[in-house]
C-alpha cells in the first residue's frame, strides 16, 4: 500500500493566512500541520508516499520534506493547479500508486488517541474494497455522515445533511483498493466543478464494498480547516506534550519507532541533492575598534531542559 496526502486547496475559511502559505504548513502548536499526517502514515508501515500540493506550494514542501529519506521512507510529489476536489487527487496518483492499494489523508486532518494505532493497524489487514473512518461528534451536519448495518457495512452517506441520520462523521483518512482510480476517473463533477470524495465512495457503497471503522470517544480527531479548530488542535498537542513529557505527531520519532533510522535528524531544512551549491552565509565582518564584544550565551540557554537520559519515546502512547 501506498500513502497519499493531500496538501493542495484554496483554504478559503483560514484568510488571510492562506493568502501567503499553504494550509498545511501552517504550524499546529510547535510542528507544520503536514508533520501530524505524515507521521501517521510512517507509524501505520507505509514506506512511499505522494505529497500533493499546488503548485506555488510545491518548493515549500520539498524544502520542508526532502526526498524523505531523513525519514527512511521515500517521498514524492505532484501538483493540483487548481482545486478539482479530493478525488481529484487519485487521478493524479495513478503512475505513482500503480497495481496497488492507497491510503489517502488528508493534510489537514489530525488524529491522537491510546487505541488509534491498534485500530488503525487492525483496518489495515481487514481492509477489502473501500475503508473508511468515523467519529461521533456532537454537530454531524458539518460533515459527511455514515449509516452502517450490523456488518459495519455502509449503507448510506450523505454530505452536511439538514437532519442527520447519524452522529457518525467521516474523517479525512481513506483506505482504498486499486478501482478507486478508474472510479475517480468515471466521477461526474459537481456543481462545484470538482470531483466529490462522497461520490466516489458511493460507488463503493452501492457495490456492498465500503466498511466504516469507528475510531472510539478516546480518539481524537481535528479537522484543522478553521480558525478556531486549528486553535483548539494546537492547544490539545500542547497539553498532551505536557502530560507525555514528549512530542506528539514527529515524523522522526515515527521513523525511529518503526527502526527506519538509528538516530534523530536535526530540523531544519532537508538536505539538497547531491551536486546542489549549499548557499553559504555571508562573511561577518570584523568588529571595529573600540567596540565590546557580546557576551558568551551561558550553557544550557537553548531552552532544554532535563538530561538527555530522561527523554522518552515522542510517540509513546499514553496511557488510557
Given at each position: 500500500?501506498?500513502?497519499?496526502?493531500?496538501?493542495?486547496?484554496?483554504?478559503?475559511?483560514?484568510?488571510?493566512?492562506?493568502?501567503?502559505?499553504?494550509?498545511?504548513?501552517?504550524?499546529?502548536?510547535?510542528?507544520?500541520?503536514?508533520?501530524?499526517?505524515?507521521?501517521?502514515?510512517?507509524?501505520?508501515?507505509?514506506?512511499?508516499?505522494?505529497?500533493?500540493?499546488?503548485?506555488?506550494?510545491?518548493?515549500s514542501?520539498?524544502?520542508?520534506?526532502?526526498?524523505?529519506?531523513r525519514?527512511?521512507?521515500?517521498?514524492e510529489?505532484?501538483?493540483?493547479?487548481?482545486?478539482?476536489?479530493?478525488?481529484?487527487?487519485?487521478?493524479?496518483?495513478?503512475t505513482?500508486?500503480?497495481?496497488?492499494?492507497?491510503?489517502?489523508?488528508?493534510?489537514?486532518?489530525?488524529?491522537?488517541?491510546?487505541?488509534?494505532?491498534?485500530?488503525?493497524?487492525?483496518?489495515?489487514?481487514?481492509?477489502r474494497?473501500?475503508?473508511?473512518?468515523?467519529?461521533?461528534?456532537?454537530?454531524?451536519?458539518?460533515?459527511?455522515?455514515?449509516?452502517?448495518d450490523?456488518?459495519?457495512?455502509?449503507?448510506?452517506?450523505?454530505e452536511?445533511p439538514e437532519?442527520?441520520?447519524?452522529?457518525?462523521?467521516?474523517?479525512?483518512?481513506y483506505?482504498?483498493?486499486?478501482?478507486?482510480?478508474?472510479?475517480?476517473?468515471?466521477?461526474?463533477?459537481s456543481?462545484r466543478?470538482e470531483?466529490?470524495?462522497?461520490?466516489?465512495?458511493?460507488?463503493?457503497?452501492?457495490?456492498?464494498?465500503a466498511?466504516?471503522?469507528?475510531?472510539?470517544?478516546?480518539?481524537?480527531?481535528?479537522?484543522?480547516?478553521?480558525p478556531?479548530?486549528?486553535?483548539?488542535?494546537?492547544?490539545?498537542?500542547?497539553?498532551?506534550?505536557?502530560?507525555?513529557?514528549a512530542?506528539?505527531?514527529?515524523?522522526?520519532?515515527?521513523?525511529l519507532?518503526?527502526g527506519?533510522?538509528?538516530?534523530?535528524?536535526?530540523?531544519?531544512?532537508?538536505?539538497?541533492?547531491?551536486?546542489?551549491?549549499?548557499?553559504?552565509?555571508?562573511?561577518r565582518?570584523?568588529?571595529?575598534?573600540?567596540?565590546?564584544?557580546?557576551?558568551?550565551?551561558?550553557?544550557?540557554?537553548?531552552g532544554?531542559?532535563?538530561?538527555?537520559?530522561?527523554?522518552?519515546?515522542?510517540?509513546?502512547?499514553?496511557?488510557?
Open positions: 500500500m501506498r500513502g497519499i496526502i493531500l496538501a493542495g486547496g484554496s483554504a478559503t475559511r483560514l484568510r488571510p493566512l492562506t493568502l501567503v502559505s499553504s494550509k498545511q504548513l501552517l504550524p499546529v502548536y510547535d510542528k507544520p500541520m503536514i508533520y501530524y499526517p505524515l507521521s501517521l502514515l510512517i507509524e501505520l508501515g507505509l514506506r512511499e508516499i505522494l505529497v500533493i500540493a499546488a503548485p506555488e506550494h510545491r518548493d514542501y520539498e524544502r520542508l520534506l526532502g526526498d524523505g529519506s525519514f527512511g521512507i521515500r517521498l510529489y505532484a501538483v493540483q493547479d487548481f482545486p478539482r476536489g479530493l478525488a481529484h487527487a487519485l487521478l493524479l496518483a495513478r505513482f500508486v500503480g497495481d496497488g492499494s492507497m491510503c489517502l489523508a488528508l493534510g489537514d486532518n489530525l488524529f491522537h488517541g491510546p487505541k488509534l494505532q491498534s485500530r488503525l493497524r487492525d483496518a489495515l489487514l481487514r481492509h474494497g473501500c475503508t473508511l473512518f468515523s467519529r461521533k461528534v456532537a454537530n454531524p451536519e458539518q460533515y459527511g455522515v455514515a449509516t452502517v450490523a456488518l459495519g457495512r455502509i449503507t448510506s452517506l450523505v452536511k437532519r442527520p441520520r447519524s452522529s457518525l462523521a467521516v474523517t479525512g483518512l483506505l482504498y483498493d486499486n478501482d478507486a482510480l478508474d472510479k475517480a476517473a468515471g466521477l461526474t463533477p456543481h466543478g470531483l466529490e470524495i462522497t461520490d466516489l465512495n458511493r460507488s463503493y457503497v452501492q457495490e456492498g464494498r466498511t466504516l471503522v469507528e475510531l472510539g470517544d478516546d480518539t481524537t480527531w481535528f479537522d484543522t480547516g478553521t478556531d479548530s486549528l486553535l483548539d488542535a494546537a492547544q490539545y498537542i500542547r497539553m498532551q506534550q505536557q502530560l507525555q513529557a512530542p506528539v505527531g514527529s515524523p522522526a520519532e515515527s521513523a519507532r518503526a527506519l533510522i538509528d538516530r534523530e535528524p536535526p530540523e531544519g531544512p532537508a538536505p539538497q541533492s547531491p551536486g546542489t551549491p549549499t548557499p553559504q552565509p555571508p562573511e565582518p570584523a568588529p571595529p575598534p573600540h567596540s565590546v564584544a557580546a557576551p558568551a550565551r551561558p550553557a544550557g540557554s537553548s532544554r531542559t532535563g538530561p538527555a537520559g530522561h527523554r522518552r519515546s515522542l510517540l509513546t502512547e499514553p496511557q488510557p
